[in-house]
């Protein structure tokens, strides 16, 4: 819906390194994938996160790319970081 991809934001061109190319993502999809570090202003296996993203679809829009998981033990879902914010059923951290 549109306040769903109005929270998840445009795609952005960064400087993921590998290979020697960017990376697109959303911000808030790689920044709460679980692999994810930051320190110094870099981001650390970001392109790791973005790999795995690519399998997995959003329980919410099914769209590819969901990056993060549900909270509960018990709860396999994936989601897109903003489309997670509007399940009552997940907790997304």
């Keep these: 819906n549109a306040a769903e991809r109005a929270a998840l934001g445009p795609l952005q061109r960064r400087p993921l ?3 020697g190319a960017s990376k697109w993502y959303h911000a808030p999809c790689l920044a709460l ?5 930051r320190g110094g ?3 650390f296996r970001g392109v790791a996160a973005l790999r795995r993203g690519r ?3 959003c329980a919410t829009c099914k769209g590819r790319g ?3 998981g ?3 033990a018990e709860c396999t879902s994936s989601f ?3 489309c997670g914010m509007f399940r009552a059923d997940c ?3």
């Design 80 to 82: 897109h970081a903003p």
């Design 33 to 37: 994938a679980p692999e994810v570090t």
């Design 55 to 57: 399998a997995l679809r």
């Design 66 to 68: 969901a990056t993060v």
């Design 70 to 72: 549900c909270g509960l």
């Design 91 to 93: 907790v997304v951290d």
């Design 17 to 19: 390194i590998k290979d």
């Design 41 to 43: 202003g870099h981001v």
